[in-house]
């Protein structure tokens, strides 16, 4: 039976296009999907967010050949000082007893020189991305939309909202938390609304940050402050749904009020540059990864709390991991899309994504929360993880993504 291409990837976003990137430099045919035309996605006013990109992650990137593209824009971490400030304007009155302070030179001898992690805006991810898509000829449909998806003995066939189909062994659900492909495969998901949402503004500041992020835990949730180049950061400040949206409609000095009482002048004065942005915060995990002729990715697989900045870091170990698979698979003459290919995936990532995912909720039910006992326990446990350089250093590791049976690419080798 012909087929329309070797992967059909529905969602052209940075999980998805990231894995079509590394199929096709390892000569498959993927497809993307997209009801977003690249152009769109790369828009200011499109996406405000910045990621924290784990150094591992990163290392993905490298060898997909995109470090002279995204370099100028990633803004090294190489600190990370957690801080219990428990009222407004904590940051302006320096750590409290309770802290954490995470130093990229305690790992250099195990990160090589790498940083903590690196800092870069979703819209410079994503034009980067689209151009090296666009460079390597992989075929992009957008704006199309996956409506419909049938799983065969042999492959699998997808119907666009234009009536389109196209068929392949395999069909990969990356369409974010409300995946088409996943629903047509009969995989459940599970999870809850935070009744949070996550504020995500851009600030110029009048001091440098030194390459520090700073994560303070208000009794409205972590507010974070990100360091992006030329010294700017990005804020994730996460209040309930109604404060968030009532941020998001605040006049532009009634907002500023707000982030100075909550930021403090340490690092000077501040200037909100672009669009205040907003995102409801869930828990979503699927059932399961794959099903016949089918797997899932990125947010579509699960999606979490962004306390940590880890949702991203997961898809990208997750394109990581499902590229090695495939293309191990095709190399020895297996069917890419066969149960026995896919559960390598799975069993790969599962154990990883759910322990994690059920950190990141235990950790947002702790730190959002303004009871005195538990705001004692948490400040007890960060001073004693403080203490201990190798609890300290652990922690680094795992937020680095570079534990655990790393895929060839996040070790930043060739597939
Ligand atoms: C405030 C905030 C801050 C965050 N910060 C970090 C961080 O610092 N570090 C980190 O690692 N993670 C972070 N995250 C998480 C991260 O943003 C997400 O995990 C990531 O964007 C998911 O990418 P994705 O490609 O899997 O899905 P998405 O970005 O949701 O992309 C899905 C794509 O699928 C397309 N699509 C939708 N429906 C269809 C369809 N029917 N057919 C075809 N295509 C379709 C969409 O148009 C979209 O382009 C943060 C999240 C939030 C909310």
Redesign the pocket.
């Given at each position: 039976m012909s087929q329309d291409a070797d992967v059909i990837i529905?969602?052209?976003?940075?999980?998805?296009?990231?894995l079509a990137l590394s199929l096709a430099r390892a000569g498959l045919k993927p497809v993307l999907?997209?009801?977003?035309a690249f152009d769109a996605?790369v828009a200011p006013t499109f996406?405000g967010?910045?990621?924290?990109?784990?150094y591992a992650?990163y290392r993905q990137w490298r060898a997909l050949g995109l470090a002279d593209a995204l370099d100028p824009h990633a803004q090294r971490i190489e600190q990370i000082l957690v801080t219990d400030g428990t009222t407004p304007g904590a940051a302006a009155g320096g750590p409290s007893p309770f802290f954490l302070r995470f130093d990229s030179a305690e790992i250099a001898d195990r990160s090589d020189g790498e940083p903590l992690g690196y800092?870069l805006e979703?819209r410079h991810t994503r034009a980067v991305l689209a151009a090296a898509v666009q460079a390597a000829g992989i075929e992009v449909l957008?704006p199309?939309?996956?409506?419909k998806a049938v799983f065969g003995a042999r492959s699998a066939e997808v119907t666009?909202?234009d009536g389109r189909t196209l068929s392949a062994p395999l069909a990969v659900g990356?369409?974010?938390?409300?995946?088409?492909?996943r629903a047509e495969a009969g995989i459940g998901a599970i999870g809850w609304n935070y009744s949070q949402t996550?504020?995500?503004a851009t600030v110029r500041m009048e001091r440098p940050h030194e390459g520090v992020a700073h994560e303070y835990f208000l009794p409205g949730g972590p507010f974070?402050i990100?360091p992006l180049t030329g010294d700017r950061a990005?804020l994730?400040w996460?209040e309930s749904t109604a404060r968030g949206a009532a941020l998001k409609t605040a006049r532009p000095e009634i907002f500023q009020a707000h982030l100075e009482r909550r930021f403090g002048d340490f690092l000077g004065g501040l200037t909100v540059e672009g669009p205040v942005?907003t995102?409801?915060?869930s828990l979503q995990l699927a059932e399961r990864f794959t099903a016949p002729r089918t797997a899932l990715?990125?947010?579509?697989?699960?999606?979490?709390?962004?306390i940590?900045?880890?949702?991203?870091?997961?898809?990208?170990k997750g394109a990581a991991a499902l590229a090695e698979v495939l293309v191990d698979a095709l190399r020895v003459g297996e069917d890419i899309g066969s149960e026995v290919v896919l559960e390598r995936y799975a069993a790969w990532r599962r154990f990883d994504t759910v322990t994690l995912s059920a950190g990141m909720d235990a950790f947002v039910r702790l730190f959002s929360n303004d009871n005195p006992l538990l705001r004692l326990a948490r400040g007890a446990g960060m001073a004693a993880v403080n203490r201990v350089a190798p609890a300290r250093r652990f922690f680094m590791h795992e937020a680095g993504g570079a534990v655990g049976d790393l895929p060839r690419l996040l070790k930043g080798e060739a597939l």
């Open positions: 529905a969602g052209a976003g940075i999980a998805g296009a990231t999907i997209d009801p977003v996605q996406d967010r910045a990621s924290a990109i784990a992650a800092l979703n957008a199309a939309r996956v409506t666009l909202a990356a369409e974010g938390r409300g995946s088409v492909i996550g504020v995500v974070a990100l990005s994730v996460t942005f995102y409801p915060l990715l990125g947010d579509a697989a699960h999606g979490v709390h962004p940590a900045g880890q949702g991203l870091n997961l898809g990208l």
